[in-house]
């Protein structure tokens, strides 16, 4: 089935502790971004990333740190997460370029930073 | 990035009803997507429309885009209780090849 996977689902932790939530695709896609949701501001682009080693900052990046080693692959990295990244976080892949392409959205990932 | 208003933000209907969601833009889009958030889920693809004017019709969801490719609007006939849910805009803009979306309405439906 194609799928975008993301884990974990829900996460809870303390300020200062790094964290990876990882995402992953199985349908070969080229282009692959991180969201973040929040009441009131809708859907924030974090990073995105073209190919393989390719990565760019979104509307967001402040706090966050990606990386694009295989192409299935795309964890979000929050080297020291702070309260104000208590969010919903969402990974989305697509063919090609995002403008022209349907994204495909993983599941989500609640975080919440204490 | 690419700015877009979306409106409204909430819009309460009663089951049987219509509902429209409309979204602007000052400047010349060139293309526009639209997005359907369930309760608890995740975005999930709609539609694109790319052509001036273009109208599209996916059983009783009608989308638009404006003859000036700066605005479009989604358009549901006769509400049920499974369109609950949000409803975003996206359009190209969020970094330099990223999309920026819509904040979405909020369509919640009364029985």
């Known amino acids: 089935e194609a799928q975008v996977t993301q884990n974990p689902r829900y996460l809870i932790t303390v300020t200062g502790k790094k964290l990876t939530v990882t995402c992953s695709q199985n349908m070969n896609h080229e282009y692959m971004s991180w969201y973040r949701q929040d009441p009131g501001l809708g859907l924030r682009q974090i990073y995105y990333s073209m190919n393989v080693e390719v990565t760019d900052k979104g509307d ?21 997460p702070s309260p104000n990244q208590t969010s919903l ?9 995002a403008l022209t392409d349907t994204q495909y959205f993983g599941p989500g990932t609640r975080l919440t930073v204490l | 990035g690419q700015q877009v208003m979306q409106i409204p933000q909430y819009q309460h209907v009663q089951e049987g009803e219509d509902f429209t969601t409309y979204c602007n833009s000052s400047t010349t889009l060139s293309n526009i997507q639209w997005y359907k958030q369930r309760p608890g889920g995740h975005p999930v693809f709609l539609i694109q429309l790319v052509k001036s004017g273009e109208v599209k019709k996916q059983k009783r969801l009608t989308f638009q885009f404006g003859e000036a490719k700066k605005n479009s609007s989604l358009h549901i006939t006769a509400t049920q209780t499974t369109d609950v ?23 919640i439906i009364q029985p």
């Open chain 1, 89 to 97: 976080y969402f990974c989305a892949s697509s063919l090609g370029l």
């Open chain 1, 60 to 80: 967001v990046p402040e706090g966050y740190k990606v990386s694009r080693k295989e192409k299935r692959n795309f964890p979000l990295i929050l080297e020291s």
């Open chain 2, 85 to 107: 849910g949000t409803y975003f805009c996206a359009v190209a803009g969020g970094g330099a090849d990223g999309l920026t979306f819509g904040k979405g309405t909020h369509l």
